[in-house]
């Protein structure tokens, strides 16, 4: 399923402060609260991450002083946005600068036009714990249809994010999903695996950054947050095992109504099978997931392409 079918840039590009706390949730396994350390980026960092084996994205995080802008903008312009697959721009949703930064998104769109008129684009309003809460859905909704408006003739999608729940990673799986080449036979196959083991749902997660990749389910779900919810409490426990020289492999939650397998599936994903049927004993569910790793691995061994992805 992964094979190679994007060979185009990926820029991110973050406005306001937040972008290194984000960067370094999803893709350096930080929790929120370890974020409070980081300091203000200056200039320009770059470093490479390694996604689903065969994806390497470079991530380009940049400065938000106003004299790094305007280099972007100037003699970094057409090496920046030439060849970009999808733009990522982050809004401080209580940045006291509003105009300043909505100048700097149509600046970059007017480059993204000129370079990379095929990219996707996607808005961040971040920060979005810093809002009352009853007000969040006005907030949100006033600038989505702002950004909307500003991004025409190009297409925008929106999401509220914060580091301190899971909106956070909807967002960047919804973004990440972008990335992955023939993705509908990834889901194929993983319904075809729900359906012949009689799961009621099977979800799919990238090794490094835990984030829900593919899904499929039997049975409707109340809780309509809950991939981002098992990422985070996951990746946390992730963390807290290697604070004890401890690596996290796999685990089994079972009550009176389901149970739940978590388990390294391929060399780059975990897996996670949820069964309601008490008939079927945890030893049957763990030799299904195991004979399936083989059919899934065969489908991640073609060589993918590079990404970058700038950050502001």
Same mark, same amino acid.
Not at 42 to 51: L, N
Not at 109 to 121: G, R, T, V, Y
Not at 302 to 308: F, N, Q, T, Y
């Given at each position: 399923?992964?094979? &190679?079918? =994007?060979?185009?840039?990926?820029? &991110?590009?973050?406005?306001?402060?937040?972008?290194?706390?984000?960067?370094?949730?999803?893709? @350096?396994? #930080?929790?929120?609260?370890? &974020?409070? $350390?980081?300091?203000?980026?200056?200039?320009?960092?770059?470093?490479?991450?390694?996604?689903?084996?065969?994806?390497?994205?470079?991530?380009?995080?940049?400065?938000? !002083?106003? &004299?790094? +802008?305007?280099?972007?903008?100037?003699?970094? $312009?057409? *090496?920046?946005?030439?060849?970009? /697959?999808?733009?990522?721009?982050?809004?401080?949703?209580?940045?006291?600068?509003?105009?300043?930064?909505?100048?700097?998104?149509?600046?970059?769109? /007017?480059?993204?036009?000129? *370079?990379?008129?095929?990219?996707?684009?996607?808005?961040?309003?971040?920060?979005?714990?810093?809002?009352?809460?009853? !007000?969040?859905?006005?907030?949100?909704?006033?600038? /989505?249809?702002?950004?909307?408006?500003?991004?025409?003739?190009?297409?925008?999608?929106?999401?509220?994010? %914060?580091?301190?729940?899971?909106?956070? #990673?909807?967002?960047?799986?919804?973004?990440?999903?972008?990335?992955?080449?023939?993705?509908?036979?990834?889901? +194929?196959?993983?319904?075809?695996? @729900?359906?012949?083991?009689?799961?009621? /749902?099977?979800?799919?997660?990238?090794?490094?950054?835990?984030?829900?990749?593919?899904?499929?389910?039997?049975?409707?779900?109340?809780?309509?947050?809950?991939?981002?919810?098992?990422?985070?409490?996951?990746?946390?426990?992730?963390?807290?095992?290697?604070? =004890?020289?401890? %690596?996290?492999?796999?685990?089994?939650?079972?009550?009176? *109504?389901?149970? @739940?397998?978590?388990?390294?599936?391929?060399?780059?994903?975990?897996?996670?099978?949820?069964?309601?049927?008490?008939?079927?004993?945890?030893?049957?569910?763990?030799? *299904?997931?195991?004979?399936? $790793?083989?059919?899934?691995?065969?489908?991640? $061994?073609?060589?993918?392409?590079?990404?970058?992805? =700038? +950050?502001?």
């Amino acid at each position: 399923a992964l094979e &190679t079918g =994007l060979s185009h840039l990926l820029l &991110t590009f973050c406005c306001g402060s937040g972008k290194t706390s984000m960067r370094s949730i999803i893709f @350096a396994n #930080y929790i929120a609260r370890d &974020t409070r $350390r980081l300091g203000a980026t200056i200039d320009v960092e770059h470093s490479h991450v390694r996604f689903l084996g065969n994806l390497v994205l470079n991530l380009w995080d940049c400065g938000g !002083q106003d &004299t790094f +802008m305007e280099n972007y903008f100037t003699s970094q $312009r057409d *090496n920046i946005f030439r060849n970009v /697959e999808v733009l990522i721009y982050v809004f401080d949703v209580e940045s006291r600068e509003l105009e300043k930064d909505m100048h700097y998104y149509q600046s970059c769109l /007017e480059a993204i036009l000129q *370079n990379s008129p095929d990219a996707k684009i996607f808005c961040l309003v971040h920060k979005m714990d810093l809002v009352q809460e009853d !007000q969040r859905d006005l907030i949100f909704k006033e600038r /989505e249809e702002d950004l909307k408006r500003l991004s025409r003739p190009l297409e925008c999608v929106c999401f509220r994010t %914060s580091i301190w729940d899971e909106t956070l #990673y909807k967002a960047w799986s919804s973004i990440v999903y972008q990335l992955i080449p023939n993705v509908q036979q990834l889901e +194929m196959n993983l319904r075809n695996f @729900a359906q012949i083991i009689e799961a009621d /749902e099977v979800l799919l997660f990238e090794r490094a950054t835990f984030l829900v990749i593919s899904h499929y389910q039997c049975k409707e779900q109340r809780d309509v947050h809950r991939f981002e919810k098992i990422s985070n409490i996951i990746k946390q426990f992730k963390l807290s095992c290697s604070k =004890l020289a401890a %690596s996290f492999q796999s685990m089994e939650v079972r009550n009176s *109504n389901f149970a @739940a397998f978590i388990d390294i599936f391929t060399s780059n994903t975990y897996v996670m099978v949820v069964m309601s049927d008490p008939s079927i004993p945890s030893a049957a569910t763990l030799i *299904n997931i195991r004979n399936a $790793r083989k059919h899934f691995e065969k489908l991640e $061994r073609v060589d993918g392409p590079k990404h970058s992805l =700038l +950050m502001r």
